[in-house]
Protein backbone atom coordinates (compact mmCIF):
# COMPACT_ATOMS: atom_id res chain seq x y z
CA UNK A 1 0.00 0.00 0.00
CA UNK A 2 3.00 2.09 0.87
CA UNK A 3 4.24 1.59 -2.57
CA UNK A 4 0.93 2.39 -4.50
CA UNK A 5 0.44 5.58 -2.39
CA UNK A 6 4.05 6.71 -3.17
CA UNK A 7 3.51 5.95 -7.20
CA UNK A 8 0.23 8.16 -6.64
CA UNK A 9 1.50 10.80 -5.17
CA UNK A 10 4.52 11.26 -7.35
CA UNK A 11 2.06 10.89 -10.09
CA UNK A 12 -0.27 14.17 -8.70
CA UNK A 13 3.03 16.29 -8.01
CA UNK A 14 3.82 15.69 -11.86
CA UNK A 15 0.46 16.64 -12.63
CA UNK A 16 0.31 19.67 -10.83
CA UNK A 17 2.84 21.80 -13.52
CA UNK A 18 0.43 20.90 -16.38
CA UNK A 19 -2.55 21.75 -14.38
CA UNK A 20 -1.47 24.99 -13.42
CA UNK A 21 -0.20 25.66 -17.20
CA UNK A 22 -3.78 25.18 -18.30
CA UNK A 23 -5.32 27.06 -15.57
CA UNK A 24 -3.16 29.89 -17.12
CA UNK A 25 -4.43 31.24 -19.94
CA UNK A 26 -1.21 33.40 -20.76
CA UNK A 27 1.17 30.80 -20.06
CA UNK A 28 1.77 29.71 -23.90
CA UNK A 29 -0.16 32.88 -25.67
CA UNK A 30 0.60 33.75 -28.21
CA UNK A 31 0.52 29.76 -29.62
CA UNK A 32 -1.48 30.84 -32.57
CA UNK A 33 -1.40 33.98 -35.15
CA UNK A 34 -2.86 37.26 -33.50
CA UNK A 35 -4.63 39.89 -35.43
CA UNK A 36 -3.79 43.18 -34.80
CA UNK A 37 -6.75 45.32 -36.26
CA UNK A 38 -6.17 48.48 -37.69
CA UNK A 39 -9.25 50.82 -38.23
CA UNK A 40 -7.03 53.06 -41.10
CA UNK A 41 -6.13 52.34 -44.21
CA UNK A 42 -3.33 50.94 -45.50
CA UNK A 43 0.15 53.27 -46.06
CA UNK A 44 -0.84 55.94 -43.25
CA UNK A 45 0.76 56.79 -40.11
CA UNK A 46 -1.31 54.30 -38.19
CA UNK A 47 -0.63 51.59 -40.67
CA UNK A 48 3.63 52.53 -40.03
CA UNK A 49 3.31 52.59 -36.72
CA UNK A 50 0.85 49.26 -36.61
CA UNK A 51 3.27 47.37 -38.75
CA UNK A 52 6.11 48.41 -36.65
CA UNK A 53 4.12 47.47 -33.25
CA UNK A 54 3.12 43.85 -34.62
CA UNK A 55 6.88 43.00 -35.80
CA UNK A 56 8.09 43.74 -32.63
CA UNK A 57 5.59 41.96 -30.83
CA UNK A 58 5.98 38.78 -32.31
CA UNK A 59 9.77 39.43 -31.87
CA UNK A 60 8.92 39.86 -27.71
CA UNK A 61 6.44 37.79 -27.60
CA UNK A 62 7.71 34.48 -29.62
CA UNK A 63 4.99 34.63 -31.64
CA UNK A 64 2.46 35.66 -34.97
CA UNK A 65 1.16 39.08 -34.96
CA UNK A 66 -0.44 39.93 -38.53
CA UNK A 67 -1.95 43.27 -39.31
CA UNK A 68 -5.68 43.38 -40.71
CA UNK A 69 -6.91 46.84 -41.87
CA UNK A 70 -10.47 47.30 -41.25
CA UNK A 71 -10.76 51.09 -42.51
CA UNK A 72 -14.20 52.99 -42.83
CA UNK A 73 -16.79 55.39 -40.85
CA UNK A 74 -14.51 56.85 -38.66
CA UNK A 75 -13.18 54.00 -37.04
CA UNK A 76 -15.94 52.23 -36.33
CA UNK A 77 -16.13 49.30 -38.74
CA UNK A 78 -12.52 48.06 -36.74
CA UNK A 79 -13.54 49.28 -33.40
CA UNK A 80 -16.94 46.99 -33.60
CA UNK A 81 -15.19 44.15 -35.06
CA UNK A 82 -12.55 43.94 -32.38
CA UNK A 83 -15.27 44.28 -29.80
CA UNK A 84 -17.61 41.38 -31.49
CA UNK A 85 -14.19 39.01 -31.37
CA UNK A 86 -13.49 36.34 -29.29
CA UNK A 87 -12.30 37.54 -25.72
CA UNK A 88 -9.40 35.46 -25.78
CA UNK A 89 -6.54 38.18 -26.49
CA UNK A 90 -6.03 36.89 -29.96
CA UNK A 91 -7.91 39.77 -31.70
CA UNK A 92 -6.78 42.87 -30.93
CA UNK A 93 -7.32 46.95 -32.02
CA UNK A 94 -4.46 49.64 -33.02
CA UNK A 95 -6.51 52.51 -31.77
CA UNK A 96 -6.57 55.98 -32.31
CA UNK A 97 -7.66 58.40 -29.19
CA UNK A 98 -10.59 59.25 -31.49
CA UNK A 99 -12.43 56.13 -31.74
CA UNK A 100 -12.92 56.51 -27.76
CA UNK A 101 -12.96 59.87 -27.12
CA UNK A 102 -14.30 61.76 -30.32
CA UNK A 103 -16.70 59.62 -32.28
CA UNK A 104 -19.15 58.57 -29.63
CA UNK A 105 -20.00 62.32 -29.14
CA UNK A 106 -20.89 62.50 -32.73
CA UNK A 107 -22.83 59.62 -33.75
CA UNK A 108 -26.52 59.02 -32.76
CA UNK A 109 -26.38 55.56 -32.90
CA UNK A 110 -22.81 53.98 -31.12
CA UNK A 111 -22.26 50.11 -32.00
CA UNK A 112 -19.95 49.99 -29.21
CA UNK A 113 -18.87 51.56 -25.87
CA UNK A 114 -15.35 51.66 -24.13
CA UNK A 115 -16.87 49.35 -21.51
CA UNK A 116 -16.48 46.58 -24.28
CA UNK A 117 -13.12 46.93 -24.53
CA UNK A 118 -10.09 45.84 -21.87
CA UNK A 119 -7.72 48.73 -22.34
CA UNK A 120 -3.96 47.03 -22.41
CA UNK A 121 -1.36 50.05 -23.12
CA UNK A 122 -0.77 53.69 -24.63
CA UNK A 123 1.91 53.13 -27.36
CA UNK A 124 2.29 56.69 -28.88
CA UNK A 125 0.93 60.64 -29.05
CA UNK A 126 0.92 62.31 -32.10
CA UNK A 127 1.68 66.47 -31.79
CA UNK A 128 0.35 68.94 -33.75
CA UNK A 129 1.55 72.27 -34.84
CA UNK A 130 -0.84 75.29 -35.45
CA UNK A 131 0.17 76.96 -39.06
CA UNK A 132 -0.55 79.78 -40.97
CA UNK A 133 -0.21 80.78 -45.17
CA UNK A 134 3.05 82.01 -45.85
CA UNK A 135 2.04 85.40 -46.70
CA UNK A 136 -0.18 86.12 -43.75
CA UNK A 137 -0.10 89.25 -41.91
CA UNK A 138 1.02 87.55 -38.67
CA UNK A 139 4.13 86.18 -38.04
CA UNK A 140 3.48 85.48 -34.15
CA UNK A 141 0.25 83.82 -31.57
CA UNK A 142 0.01 87.54 -30.64
CA UNK A 143 -0.03 89.07 -33.56
CA UNK A 144 -2.29 86.68 -35.03
CA UNK A 145 -4.59 87.67 -31.74
CA UNK A 146 -4.47 90.93 -33.00
CA UNK A 147 -5.48 90.32 -36.52
CA UNK A 148 -7.98 88.29 -35.41
CA UNK A 149 -9.72 90.67 -33.06
CA UNK A 150 -9.61 93.57 -35.74
CA UNK A 151 -10.95 90.69 -38.46
CA UNK A 152 -13.80 89.05 -36.58
CA UNK A 153 -14.97 85.91 -38.56
CA UNK A 154 -12.59 87.24 -41.43
CA UNK A 155 -9.93 84.00 -40.93
CA UNK A 156 -10.69 81.15 -42.57
CA UNK A 157 -9.39 77.67 -40.80
CA UNK A 158 -8.78 74.83 -43.08
CA UNK A 159 -9.59 71.43 -41.25
CA UNK A 160 -9.88 67.60 -42.36
CA UNK A 161 -13.70 67.33 -41.83
CA UNK A 162 -16.10 68.25 -39.72
CA UNK A 163 -16.06 66.46 -36.35
CA UNK A 164 -12.50 65.25 -37.07
CA UNK A 165 -9.70 65.33 -34.41
CA UNK A 166 -8.22 68.49 -36.67
CA UNK A 167 -11.32 70.25 -36.36
CA UNK A 168 -11.54 69.84 -32.85
CA UNK A 169 -8.17 71.15 -32.42
CA UNK A 170 -9.15 74.22 -34.13
CA UNK A 171 -12.09 74.84 -32.13
CA UNK A 172 -9.66 74.33 -29.23
CA UNK A 173 -7.16 77.31 -30.89
CA UNK A 174 -10.38 79.90 -31.67
CA UNK A 175 -11.65 79.08 -28.29
CA UNK A 176 -8.31 79.36 -26.43
CA UNK A 177 -7.37 82.15 -28.04
CA UNK A 178 -11.00 83.78 -28.22
CA UNK A 179 -10.69 84.36 -31.99
CA UNK A 180 -13.40 84.50 -34.15
CA UNK A 181 -12.85 82.25 -37.30
CA UNK A 182 -14.30 80.22 -39.91
CA UNK A 183 -14.13 76.62 -39.72
CA UNK A 184 -13.91 75.61 -43.56
CA UNK A 185 -14.11 71.51 -43.52
CA UNK A 186 -11.92 69.09 -46.53
CA UNK A 187 -12.42 65.85 -46.99
CA UNK A 188 -9.30 64.95 -45.66
CA UNK A 189 -5.71 66.27 -45.01
CA UNK A 190 -4.25 66.72 -48.76
CA UNK A 191 -7.05 68.81 -49.73
CA UNK A 192 -6.52 71.32 -46.62
CA UNK A 193 -2.60 71.03 -46.66
CA UNK A 194 -2.94 71.85 -50.92
CA UNK A 195 -5.03 75.00 -50.07
CA UNK A 196 -3.03 76.12 -47.35
CA UNK A 197 -0.01 75.81 -49.82
CA UNK A 198 -1.83 77.42 -52.75
CA UNK A 199 -3.03 80.62 -49.72
CA UNK A 200 -6.52 79.82 -50.28
CA UNK A 201 -6.99 79.27 -46.46
CA UNK A 202 -5.05 80.94 -43.66
CA UNK A 203 -4.45 78.93 -41.16
CA UNK A 204 -4.73 74.99 -40.19
CA UNK A 205 -3.60 72.68 -37.23
CA UNK A 206 -1.41 69.64 -38.84
CA UNK A 207 0.31 66.96 -37.58
CA UNK A 208 3.79 67.44 -36.72
CA UNK A 209 4.85 65.08 -39.21
CA UNK A 210 2.56 66.58 -42.29
CA UNK A 211 3.63 70.53 -41.42
CA UNK A 212 7.34 70.00 -40.76
CA UNK A 213 8.34 69.26 -44.62
CA UNK A 214 6.40 72.00 -45.89
CA UNK A 215 7.07 74.77 -43.65
CA UNK A 216 10.75 73.83 -43.97
CA UNK A 217 10.20 74.39 -47.45
CA UNK A 218 8.96 77.93 -46.71
CA UNK A 219 5.36 76.70 -47.80
CA UNK A 220 3.51 77.97 -44.56
CA UNK A 221 4.88 79.17 -40.80
CA UNK A 222 4.31 77.26 -37.80
CA UNK A 223 3.37 79.81 -35.06
CA UNK A 224 3.07 77.13 -32.29
CA UNK A 225 2.77 73.50 -31.20
CA UNK A 226 0.35 72.51 -29.33
CA UNK A 227 1.97 69.77 -26.96
CA UNK A 228 3.27 70.32 -23.60
CA UNK A 229 6.63 70.77 -24.50
CA UNK A 230 8.43 71.99 -27.37
CA UNK A 231 9.18 69.25 -30.33
CA UNK A 232 12.62 68.15 -31.14
CA UNK A 233 11.53 68.60 -34.88
CA UNK A 234 10.61 71.95 -34.51
CA UNK A 235 12.61 73.27 -31.69
CA UNK A 236 12.43 76.91 -32.77
CA UNK A 237 8.48 76.88 -32.59
CA UNK A 238 6.98 77.83 -29.19
CA UNK A 239 4.52 75.76 -27.54
CA UNK A 240 0.85 77.66 -26.49
CA UNK A 241 1.26 77.13 -22.94
CA UNK A 242 4.22 78.78 -23.09
CA UNK A 243 2.94 81.55 -24.47
CA UNK A 244 0.17 82.51 -21.77
CA UNK A 245 -2.62 80.13 -23.18
CA UNK A 246 -2.40 76.81 -21.21
CA UNK A 247 -5.77 75.38 -22.44
CA UNK A 248 -4.02 75.08 -25.70
CA UNK A 249 -2.95 71.78 -25.31
CA UNK A 250 -4.09 68.80 -27.44
CA UNK A 251 -3.09 65.77 -29.41
CA UNK A 252 -4.25 62.25 -30.13
CA UNK A 253 -2.56 59.42 -29.67
CA UNK A 254 -2.38 55.36 -30.19
CA UNK A 255 -3.39 52.51 -28.09
CA UNK A 256 -3.90 48.67 -28.18
CA UNK A 257 -7.30 47.52 -27.10
CA UNK A 258 -8.67 43.82 -25.96
CA UNK A 259 -12.48 42.84 -26.14
CA UNK A 260 -13.87 43.06 -22.48
CA UNK A 261 -13.46 39.52 -20.84
CA UNK A 262 -9.97 38.76 -22.62
CA UNK A 263 -8.34 37.00 -19.26
CA UNK A 264 -6.68 39.26 -17.26
CA UNK A 265 -3.38 37.55 -17.27
CA UNK A 266 -3.49 37.87 -21.07
CA UNK A 267 -4.01 41.26 -21.02
CA UNK A 268 -0.99 41.82 -18.38
CA UNK A 269 1.19 39.85 -20.58
CA UNK A 270 0.81 42.07 -23.60
CA UNK A 271 0.53 44.67 -21.33
CA UNK A 272 4.29 44.06 -20.36
CA UNK A 273 5.82 43.41 -23.87
CA UNK A 274 4.18 46.84 -24.97
CA UNK A 275 5.73 48.94 -22.05
CA UNK A 276 9.14 47.22 -22.95
CA UNK A 277 8.61 48.30 -26.85
CA UNK A 278 7.49 51.33 -26.27
CA UNK A 279 10.21 51.84 -23.78
CA UNK A 280 13.35 50.60 -26.18
CA UNK A 281 15.68 53.38 -28.18
CA UNK A 282 14.40 51.49 -31.33
CA UNK A 283 10.99 52.04 -30.83
CA UNK A 284 11.62 55.59 -29.78
CA UNK A 285 13.67 56.62 -32.23
CA UNK A 286 10.90 55.08 -35.28
CA UNK A 287 8.10 57.26 -33.71
CA UNK A 288 10.24 60.06 -33.49
CA UNK A 289 11.11 60.02 -37.51
CA UNK A 290 7.49 59.80 -38.48
CA UNK A 291 7.13 62.74 -35.54
CA UNK A 292 5.11 60.68 -33.08
CA UNK A 293 6.14 60.21 -29.85
CA UNK A 294 6.84 57.04 -27.84
CA UNK A 295 4.43 56.90 -24.41
CA UNK A 296 3.54 53.61 -22.41
CA UNK A 297 0.76 52.96 -19.35
CA UNK A 298 -0.97 50.48 -17.58
CA UNK A 299 -4.25 49.44 -18.52
CA UNK A 300 -5.94 51.43 -15.63
CA UNK A 301 -4.03 54.88 -16.68
CA UNK A 302 -5.05 54.00 -20.15
CA UNK A 303 -8.79 53.99 -19.01
CA UNK A 304 -8.07 57.32 -16.95
CA UNK A 305 -6.14 58.70 -19.73
CA UNK A 306 -9.29 58.16 -22.52
CA UNK A 307 -12.20 59.01 -20.15
CA UNK A 308 -10.77 62.33 -19.40
CA UNK A 309 -10.22 63.07 -22.67
CA UNK A 310 -13.68 62.21 -23.88
CA UNK A 311 -15.37 64.41 -21.04
CA UNK A 312 -12.79 67.03 -22.35
CA UNK A 313 -13.52 66.71 -26.23
CA UNK A 314 -17.51 66.42 -25.31
CA UNK A 315 -17.76 69.45 -23.55
CA UNK A 316 -15.68 71.55 -26.72
CA UNK A 317 -18.27 69.70 -29.30
CA UNK A 318 -20.65 70.66 -27.35
CA UNK A 319 -19.83 74.52 -26.36
CA UNK A 320 -18.79 74.76 -30.64
CA UNK A 321 -22.29 73.27 -31.63
CA UNK A 322 -20.57 70.69 -33.97
CA UNK A 323 -23.83 68.73 -34.84
CA UNK A 324 -23.39 64.69 -35.23
CA UNK A 325 -21.98 63.40 -38.50
CA UNK A 326 -24.34 60.60 -38.94
Known sequence: MTVRFQALALAAALALPAAALAQDPAANYPDKPVTLVIPFPPGGTSDVVGRQLAQQLGETLGGSFVVNNKAGASTLIGATYVARAPKDGYTLLLSSGSTFTVTPHL???????????????????????????????????????AYAQAHPGKINNATNGQGSMVHLLGELVATGLRAQVTQVHYKGAAPATMDMIGGIVDSNVEALTSALPNVQAGQYRALAVLSAERQPLMPEVPTFRELGYPSIVGETWYAVFAPAGTPAPVVAKLNAALREITGSTRFAEAMRKLGNEARTSTPAELTQITQRESQRWGELIKQAGIPPVQ
Do not use: G
Not at 111 to 119: Q, S
Open 107 to 145: MRQMPYTLEDFAPVAAIATVPFAFVVKKDFPARSVAEYV
